[in-house]
Nanobody, 120 residues
Framework: QVQLVESGGGLVQPGGSLRLSCAASGSIYVIYGMGWYRQARGKERELVATTTSGPSTNYADSVKGRFTISRDNAKNTVYLEMNSLKPEDTAVYYC??????????????WGQGTQVTVSS
């Protein structure tokens, strides 16, 4: 059984920084793409940043230059470094991963979400 567990959310003032982590566990063969999405209250879930198993990354225009996605393949973990946070970054942040696992094959997984609140 594969699980994605996020951590690192919280309350931060505008202009501040947070680092989110998402660790994948279970009987994993291969992790392909990993990424972060967010959903603000009353809005649809949107892409924040994604990364492949290689160096390729992709960012939403709204976070380019402020957020950085990185990945530790040895730890099956993806990170999201968030700087210069704005109130409009307030949302529940979800980890997403494309994983091939034992007896399951290749599936897409979501974490449980972690709340990020940017407020003074």
């Amino acid at each position: 059984q594969v699980q994605l567990v996020e951590s690192g959310g919280g309350l931060v003032q505008p202009g501040g920084s947070l680092r989110l982590s998402c660790a994948a566990s279970g009987s994993i063969y291969v992790i392909y793409g990993m990424g972060w999405y967010r959903q603000a209250r009353g809005k649809e879930r949107e892409l924040v940043a994604t990364t492949t198993s290689g160096p390729s990354t992709n960012y939403a225009d709204s976070v380019k230059g402020r957020f950085t996605i990185s990945r530790d393949n040895a730890k099956n973990t993806v990170y999201l470094e968030m700087n210069s946070l704005k109130p409009e970054d307030t949302a529940v942040y979800y980890c997403n991963a494309d994983i091939e696992a034992v007896l399951v094959g290749r599936k897409n997984y979501w974490g449980q979400g972690t709340q990020v609140t940017v407020s003074s």
